[in-house]
Protein backbone atom coordinates (compact mmCIF):
# COMPACT_ATOMS: atom_id res chain seq x y z
CA UNK A 1 0.00 0.00 0.00
CA UNK A 2 1.16 3.56 -0.75
CA UNK A 3 -0.15 7.13 -0.18
CA UNK A 4 -0.24 9.85 -2.17
CA UNK A 5 -1.19 13.57 -0.62
CA UNK A 6 -3.67 15.57 -2.73
CA UNK A 7 -3.46 19.22 -3.11
CA UNK A 8 -5.74 20.00 0.23
CA UNK A 9 -3.79 18.00 2.15
CA UNK A 10 -5.93 15.10 2.08
CA UNK A 11 -4.33 11.42 2.03
CA UNK A 12 -4.85 9.33 -1.00
CA UNK A 13 -4.24 5.42 0.07
CA UNK A 14 -3.55 2.69 -2.89
CA UNK A 15 -2.60 -0.74 -3.83
CA UNK A 16 -0.14 -0.64 -6.86
CA UNK A 17 0.16 -3.71 -9.05
CA UNK A 18 2.19 -4.69 -12.15
CA UNK A 19 4.45 -2.27 -14.40
CA UNK A 20 3.82 -0.78 -17.37
CA UNK A 21 1.02 1.67 -18.93
CA UNK A 22 -1.33 2.50 -15.76
CA UNK A 23 -4.76 1.99 -15.35
CA UNK A 24 -6.20 4.09 -12.26
CA UNK A 25 -9.78 2.15 -10.83
CA UNK A 26 -12.23 4.96 -9.85
CA UNK A 27 -15.05 2.93 -7.46
CA UNK A 28 -18.53 4.02 -7.58
CA UNK A 29 -20.81 4.83 -4.58
CA UNK A 30 -19.91 3.28 -1.33
CA UNK A 31 -16.89 1.07 -3.52
CA UNK A 32 -13.59 1.26 -1.48
CA UNK A 33 -10.94 -1.86 -0.66
CA UNK A 34 -12.17 -3.07 2.30
CA UNK A 35 -15.58 -4.51 1.23
CA UNK A 36 -14.84 -4.17 -2.94
CA UNK A 37 -12.54 -7.26 -3.59
CA UNK A 38 -13.06 -7.81 -7.04
CA UNK A 39 -11.35 -4.33 -7.85
CA UNK A 40 -8.23 -5.70 -6.81
CA UNK A 41 -8.84 -9.06 -8.72
CA UNK A 42 -8.77 -7.47 -11.96
CA UNK A 43 -6.23 -5.12 -11.42
CA UNK A 44 -4.03 -8.09 -10.43
CA UNK A 45 -5.34 -9.82 -13.24
CA UNK A 46 -3.97 -6.37 -15.41
CA UNK A 47 -0.71 -6.39 -13.57
CA UNK A 48 -0.07 -9.88 -15.49
CA UNK A 49 -0.65 -8.56 -18.49
CA UNK A 50 1.78 -5.97 -18.06
CA UNK A 51 -0.09 -3.17 -16.68
CA UNK A 52 0.30 -0.62 -13.69
CA UNK A 53 -2.77 -1.35 -12.23
CA UNK A 54 -3.85 1.10 -9.21
CA UNK A 55 -6.93 0.42 -6.54
CA UNK A 56 -7.24 3.51 -4.50
CA UNK A 57 -10.46 4.39 -1.54
CA UNK A 58 -11.42 7.57 -2.64
CA UNK A 59 -11.63 10.60 -0.54
CA UNK A 60 -13.63 9.54 2.78
CA UNK A 61 -13.60 6.00 2.84
CA UNK A 62 -11.42 3.57 3.64
CA UNK A 63 -7.54 4.41 4.98
CA UNK A 64 -8.13 7.75 2.40
CA UNK A 65 -8.60 10.94 4.42
CA UNK A 66 -11.21 13.63 3.89
CA UNK A 67 -11.25 17.29 3.99
CA UNK A 68 -14.27 19.84 3.73
CA UNK A 69 -15.80 21.45 2.25
CA UNK A 70 -16.11 17.98 -0.50
CA UNK A 71 -15.99 19.19 -4.26
CA UNK A 72 -15.67 17.18 -7.12
CA UNK A 73 -12.70 19.37 -8.33
CA UNK A 74 -10.88 17.66 -4.91
CA UNK A 75 -12.02 14.32 -6.41
CA UNK A 76 -9.85 15.34 -9.60
CA UNK A 77 -6.94 16.65 -7.40
CA UNK A 78 -6.88 13.32 -6.05
CA UNK A 79 -6.51 11.41 -9.18
CA UNK A 80 -4.16 14.20 -10.41
CA UNK A 81 -1.93 13.16 -7.60
CA UNK A 82 -2.48 9.49 -8.17
CA UNK A 83 -1.86 9.50 -12.11
CA UNK A 84 1.14 12.11 -11.39
CA UNK A 85 2.81 9.16 -9.15
CA UNK A 86 2.48 6.26 -11.60
CA UNK A 87 4.07 8.53 -14.74
CA UNK A 88 2.05 10.53 -15.46
CA UNK A 89 -0.69 9.54 -17.64
CA UNK A 90 -3.20 6.62 -17.24
CA UNK A 91 -6.22 5.32 -18.45
CA UNK A 92 -9.28 5.64 -15.80
CA UNK A 93 -11.93 2.69 -15.37
CA UNK A 94 -15.19 3.64 -13.19
CA UNK A 95 -17.91 2.36 -11.84
CA UNK A 96 -21.15 3.48 -12.04
CA UNK A 97 -21.22 7.19 -10.43
CA UNK A 98 -17.34 7.13 -10.11
CA UNK A 99 -17.98 8.27 -14.08
CA UNK A 100 -18.43 12.05 -12.43
CA UNK A 101 -14.88 11.57 -11.43
CA UNK A 102 -13.38 9.93 -14.50
CA UNK A 103 -15.30 12.31 -16.99
CA UNK A 104 -14.46 15.64 -14.73
CA UNK A 105 -10.69 14.45 -14.63
CA UNK A 106 -10.63 13.85 -18.62
CA UNK A 107 -11.85 17.43 -18.59
CA UNK A 108 -9.37 19.15 -16.70
CA UNK A 109 -6.27 17.55 -18.74
CA UNK A 110 -4.47 15.87 -15.89
CA UNK A 111 -2.94 13.09 -18.25
CA UNK A 112 -6.14 11.19 -18.75
CA UNK A 113 -5.14 8.84 -22.10
CA UNK A 114 -7.98 6.67 -22.55
CA UNK A 115 -11.68 5.91 -20.30
CA UNK A 116 -13.12 2.84 -19.57
CA UNK A 117 -16.74 4.15 -18.19
CA UNK A 118 -18.58 0.76 -16.66
CA UNK A 119 -22.91 1.75 -16.67
CA UNK A 120 -22.63 5.54 -15.62
CA UNK A 121 -25.82 6.29 -14.00
CA UNK A 122 -26.26 9.71 -15.80
CA UNK A 123 -29.77 10.61 -16.97
CA UNK A 124 -30.75 13.76 -18.82
CA UNK A 125 -33.25 15.27 -16.43
CA UNK A 126 -33.26 13.87 -13.45
CA UNK A 127 -33.11 15.79 -10.60
CA UNK A 128 -32.20 13.69 -7.35
CA UNK A 129 -33.07 17.07 -5.11
CA UNK A 130 -35.42 15.67 -3.15
CA UNK A 131 -32.54 12.44 -2.43
CA UNK A 132 -30.09 14.45 -1.39
CA UNK A 133 -31.82 16.69 1.32
CA UNK A 134 -33.39 13.47 2.77
CA UNK A 135 -29.61 11.99 2.87
CA UNK A 136 -28.41 14.74 4.35
CA UNK A 137 -31.42 15.09 6.90
CA UNK A 138 -30.26 11.25 7.60
CA UNK A 139 -26.45 11.95 7.86
CA UNK A 140 -26.80 14.82 10.10
CA UNK A 141 -28.69 13.13 12.58
CA UNK A 142 -26.06 10.63 12.59
CA UNK A 143 -28.49 7.73 11.24
CA UNK A 144 -25.39 6.37 8.89
CA UNK A 145 -27.64 2.77 8.55
CA UNK A 146 -30.74 4.66 7.29
CA UNK A 147 -29.30 7.01 5.08
CA UNK A 148 -27.18 4.14 3.46
CA UNK A 149 -30.35 1.83 3.18
CA UNK A 150 -32.46 4.89 1.86
CA UNK A 151 -30.15 5.34 -1.01
CA UNK A 152 -29.95 1.60 -1.72
CA UNK A 153 -34.24 1.35 -2.09
CA UNK A 154 -35.11 5.12 -3.23
CA UNK A 155 -32.58 6.07 -5.03
CA UNK A 156 -31.15 3.14 -6.57
CA UNK A 157 -34.42 0.89 -6.22
CA UNK A 158 -32.75 -2.39 -4.33
CA UNK A 159 -36.10 -4.24 -3.22
CA UNK A 160 -36.11 -3.95 0.45
CA UNK A 161 -36.15 -7.10 1.64
CA UNK A 162 -32.91 -7.89 -1.01
CA UNK A 163 -31.56 -4.49 1.43
CA UNK A 164 -32.17 -6.42 4.81
CA UNK A 165 -30.55 -9.65 3.35
CA UNK A 166 -27.40 -7.20 2.64
CA UNK A 167 -27.37 -5.90 5.78
CA UNK A 168 -26.85 -9.02 7.51
CA UNK A 169 -23.67 -9.28 5.47
CA UNK A 170 -20.13 -9.26 7.48
CA UNK A 171 -19.45 -6.28 5.29
CA UNK A 172 -22.50 -3.82 5.81
CA UNK A 173 -20.46 -2.21 8.56
CA UNK A 174 -17.74 -1.53 6.54
CA UNK A 175 -20.22 -0.18 3.90
CA UNK A 176 -22.35 2.33 6.37
CA UNK A 177 -19.09 3.15 7.40
CA UNK A 178 -18.44 5.49 4.42
CA UNK A 179 -22.43 6.85 3.87
CA UNK A 180 -21.36 10.26 4.54
CA UNK A 181 -20.24 9.96 0.89
CA UNK A 182 -23.19 9.38 -0.63
CA UNK A 183 -24.05 13.05 -0.98
CA UNK A 184 -21.02 12.95 -2.54
CA UNK A 185 -21.55 10.95 -5.65
CA UNK A 186 -25.23 12.03 -5.41
CA UNK A 187 -24.21 15.25 -5.54
CA UNK A 188 -22.12 14.60 -8.88
CA UNK A 189 -24.37 12.91 -10.66
CA UNK A 190 -26.98 15.04 -9.81
CA UNK A 191 -25.19 18.26 -10.99
CA UNK A 192 -24.78 16.52 -14.68
CA UNK A 193 -28.45 15.49 -15.02
CA UNK A 194 -29.29 19.03 -14.33
CA UNK A 195 -27.39 20.47 -16.79
CA UNK A 196 -29.37 21.73 -19.99
CA UNK A 197 -26.59 21.12 -22.33
CA UNK A 198 -26.44 17.70 -21.03
CA UNK A 199 -25.42 15.88 -24.15
CA UNK A 200 -22.85 18.76 -25.03
CA UNK A 201 -20.75 18.77 -22.07
CA UNK A 202 -18.14 16.29 -22.62
CA UNK A 203 -17.68 17.94 -26.05
CA UNK A 204 -14.14 18.59 -25.44
CA UNK A 205 -13.38 14.56 -23.87
CA UNK A 206 -11.42 13.51 -27.20
CA UNK A 207 -9.65 10.85 -25.90
CA UNK A 208 -10.14 7.30 -26.63
CA UNK A 209 -13.48 6.15 -24.68
CA UNK A 210 -15.62 2.78 -23.93
CA UNK A 211 -18.72 2.58 -22.36
CA UNK A 212 -19.66 -1.03 -20.67
CA UNK A 213 -22.90 -2.30 -19.47
CA UNK A 214 -24.19 -5.77 -18.69
CA UNK A 215 -27.61 -7.24 -20.46
CA UNK A 216 -28.32 -8.27 -16.30
CA UNK A 217 -28.71 -4.76 -15.32
CA UNK A 218 -30.97 -2.47 -13.30
CA UNK A 219 -33.46 -1.07 -15.77
CA UNK A 220 -32.81 2.14 -17.56
CA UNK A 221 -28.93 1.71 -17.02
CA UNK A 222 -27.86 0.09 -21.04
CA UNK A 223 -29.71 3.09 -22.34
CA UNK A 224 -27.62 5.54 -19.50
CA UNK A 225 -24.64 4.23 -21.22
CA UNK A 226 -25.95 4.24 -25.07
CA UNK A 227 -26.72 7.97 -24.28
CA UNK A 228 -23.13 9.00 -22.63
CA UNK A 229 -21.34 6.93 -25.32
CA UNK A 230 -23.74 8.84 -27.54
CA UNK A 231 -22.45 12.06 -26.24
CA UNK A 232 -18.46 11.75 -26.32
CA UNK A 233 -17.03 12.32 -29.66
CA UNK A 234 -14.73 8.98 -29.48
CA UNK A 235 -16.41 6.69 -27.43
CA UNK A 236 -17.80 2.92 -28.29
CA UNK A 237 -20.33 0.40 -26.58
CA UNK A 238 -19.73 -2.73 -25.16
CA UNK A 239 -22.49 -5.18 -23.90
CA UNK A 240 -20.97 -7.86 -21.67
CA UNK A 241 -23.20 -10.98 -21.61
CA UNK A 242 -24.50 -11.91 -18.00
CA UNK A 243 -23.54 -9.35 -16.29
CA UNK A 244 -24.63 -7.10 -13.52
CA UNK A 245 -23.93 -3.89 -12.41
CA UNK A 246 -21.18 -4.79 -10.95
CA UNK A 247 -19.41 -7.65 -13.65
CA UNK A 248 -17.78 -10.44 -13.15
CA UNK A 249 -13.41 -10.29 -13.07
CA UNK A 250 -13.33 -12.42 -15.58
CA UNK A 251 -15.87 -10.93 -17.81
CA UNK A 252 -14.73 -7.68 -17.36
CA UNK A 253 -11.00 -8.46 -17.52
CA UNK A 254 -10.65 -9.73 -20.85
CA UNK A 255 -12.91 -6.90 -22.02
CA UNK A 256 -10.49 -4.36 -20.71
CA UNK A 257 -7.62 -5.43 -22.44
CA UNK A 258 -8.87 -5.99 -25.60
CA UNK A 259 -9.69 -1.64 -25.39
CA UNK A 260 -6.16 -1.06 -23.33
CA UNK A 261 -4.29 -3.11 -26.58
Known amino acids: MSTVISQDGTVVDYDRYGDGPAVVFVGGATQHRAIDHNTGQVARLLAAEGFTAVDYDRRGRGRSGDTAPWALEREVEDLAALVKAVGG ?148 RRVLPGQGHGPAPEAITPALLEFLR
Open 89 to 236: TATLYSSSSGATVALAAAEAGIGVTALALYEPPLFAGADHTEHLAALRALLAKGENDEAMRYNLTSVIGVPAEVVDGMAQSPGWAEMVSVAPTLVYDLTGVHEINVDPDWAGRWSSVTVPTVVYSGDQTFPGLPEAADAVAAALPNAT
